[in-house]
């Protein structure tokens, strides 16, 4: 093994799992400088009860920072209320002894991961961590927040929060909270020597745009180098009944920074469709093309035929998908909110205009979600793409 050339001794190193790296690493000196940068993995993965965002800061001070290329930042919390009376209905099938015992089990649990995710939650986005970690990760390529992914592991113990975490009425939305971290994220991206190419976000709430001037500015300084974004926006009447044409304003000023966009994603979710006309309107003003954008998606909105045959003809030149609707959030007994309706227009016009002025194939433009015109015709199409006749279908 010591007579390999340094190539193939490295290449031997990214198939060792983790003990087997660690067990090589103390044959010798050279090994162990060998098999340094493979002790971490590219992605670095937070969670909610884990003094993840200090782990961070204490990678960024070593050599290991140059390998971290992405962030997965797992900030899911539990509706504690919601929850138990979610796990009383789903199990209330189950043996009375079975069903207490599975209670005890994981409920106990919980209790630990509440406490811990109580220590170390005030930290998680906090800017005197963020900032100093960010500056020293110049290799950060992809950022991913997710509130809706599971935050408890794979263990029995918690079989049961993993169910109910299946419910959307289970996952918790502190929405001063969730705005004020991805703040300080945007923040300290946008003061960081990387060029951050793919941001998501899975629960922001809208008003996370309709902030001060000189704060979307900053925030917009991180568009500069995306190339994907996908954004699920959480409208609330309460906080955004007054504000979300400025917030609309404003995110339409960040994606007009971006100028190297390849994919754009955005879905809404709230107790009705999003009316997204400002959001067009904006766009249509300074009659903004994106040079480079070829896939696009909106979901769970409400606009007219013109705003949207509009943007999707100015946009014609890079175009190559389009998908309009989604599933949206669907929860037990209730019927998914994720589609687009036109609030004028009609969707035979729209397809017409689309597949001919766009000339783009029928596999490529995909429906999906509840859809209806104003006239009182509905169309509830899964995948236009699997339609064998659609000339029929237009009709």
């Known amino acids: ?54 782990h961070l800061l204490a990678i960024s001070r070593t050599s290991l920072s140059q390998k971290l290329k992405s962030l997965f930042l797992n900030l899911g919390e539990l509706n504690e209320y919601h929850a138990r009376h979610n796990s009383y209905f789903l199990q209330y099938m189950r043996d009375p002894d079975e069903r207490l ?3 005890e089990s994981s409920w106990g649990s919980y209790a630990w991961f509440r406490d811990e995710k109580e220590r170390y939650m005030p930290l998680a986005c906090a800017s005197e961590l963020l900032n100093p970690a960010l500056k020293n990760i110049p290799s950060l390529r992809r950022v991913e927040v997710s509130l809706t992914t599971c935050p408890f592991p794979e263990i029995e113990e918690t079989e049961l929060l993993r169910q109910i975490w299946q419910i959307p009425s289970t996952r918790l939305l502190p929405r001063v909270a969730t705005t004020e971290r991805f703040t300080n994220l945007c923040l300290a991206i946008a003061g960081s020597p990387s060029r951050v190419e793919e941001l998501s976000h899975d629960r922001l709430p809208l008003e996370f745009f309709a902030q001060k001037a000189i704060t979307v500015s900053l925030i917009s300084t991180v568009f500069l180098s995306l190339t ?39 879905s ?38 013109k705003d949207l045959v509009d943007f999707l003809s100015r946009n014609k030149r890079s175009l190559k998908n389009v998908q309009l609707g989604g599933p949206g959030l669907k929860a037990p ?18 397809f017409e205009k689309v597949l001919a002025g766009l000339a783009l194939q029928p596999k490529h433009f995909l429906i999906q979600g509840d859809m209806m015109q104003t006239d009182g015709r509905m169309f509830l199409v ?12 237009v009709k």
């Open 1 to 54: 093994m010591d007579t390999l050339p340094t190539e193939l001794r490295q290449q031997i190193l990214i198939h060792c799992p983790t003990p087997t790296l660690q067990s090589l690493r103390l044959t010798s000196k050279l090994w162990a400088s060998l098999g340094f940068e493979y002790l971490i993995s590219t992605t670095f993965t937070s969670l909610p009860h884990r003094p993840s965002f200090a």
């Open 101 to 103: 015992a599975a209670q």
């Open 382 to 393: 899964e995948d236009l793409a699997a339609a064998e006749d659609l000339g029929s279908l």
């Open 268 to 305: 809404f979710q709230g107790r009705q469709k999003t009316d997204i006309t400002p959001f067009f309107a904006s766009l249509a003003e300074r009659d903004h093309v994106f040079e480079k954008l070829s896939d696009v998606k909106f979901e769970g909105v409400r606009c007219n035929e």
């Open 228 to 266: 994907r974004l996908s954004l699920v926006l959480d409208y609330s009447d309460m906080p955004n009944n007054l504000h979300s044409s400025q917030a609309f304003q404003n995110l339409s000023h960040c994606l007009r920074s971006a100028s190297n966009m390849e994919s754009l994603s955005l």
């Open 333 to 350: 007994h209730q019927k998914a909110n994720g589609g687009l309706t036109l609030s004028e227009g009609s969707w035979k016009s729209v």
